[in-house]
């Protein structure tokens, strides 16, 4: 294999191997370093990838993907912090049947058919693109007018409701 991000997921796994690495989201794929949230496309995540087997006897890949990501806040438009910090263990079966069969007696249980061969940076996009919140905003953005355009009004529609009560 040339390409230092592919891998035998199941020798990998089997072999209790382990890899370490960094990318800049400018060298991700389009579905990530397009995203609207990223303040920086030059941000760096780092990933840890360790294979290994469970009690069950099932190989899995541990990864891990962390960074210090600007992202743009949706209320004041500026940028904000976000610490990527994601674990998960995604375990290796054989074919799909098995796979869905785990599943569904497992909800918490990440799985995927072993192919013979694996981008790693796939898996690192896929965890960076689950991990984003959905609409990332300060706690508070230190603008006050905005923060009185957004505090708690009356209904108005509750006069309503009382004139309706009344009679």
């Known amino acids: 294999m040339s390409d230092l991000n592919l891998i035998d997921p199941a020798a990998f796994a089997a072999e209790k191997q382990s890899l370490q690495g960094r990318f800049l989201l400018s060298q991700l794929d ?37 960074g210090n990501l600007p992202l743009v806040c949706q209320r004041c438009i500026k940028p904000m912090a976000f610490e990527l910090k994601e674990n998960s263990r995604i375990v290796l079966f054989d074919d799909e049947a098995v796979l869905d069969e785990a599943m569904l007696s497992d909800e918490e249980l990440e799985g995927m058919v072993a192919e013979s061969e694996m981008d790693v940076r796939v898996l690192v996009e896929d965890q960076i693109l689950m991990a984003l919140p959905f609409s990332p905003r300060h706690e508070s953005c230190g603008n006050t007018a905005l923060e009185e355009v957004n505090q708690d009004k009356p209904n108005p529609f509750a006069v309503l409701a009382g004139l309706k009560s009344s009679r």
């Open 30 to 66: 389009e579905r990530v370093w397009s995203h609207e949230y990223f303040a920086d496309k030059q941000s760096e995540v780092s990933f840890t990838l360790q294979g290994g087997q469970d009690r069950l006897q099932r190989l899995f890949l541990d990864l891990s993907v962390t």
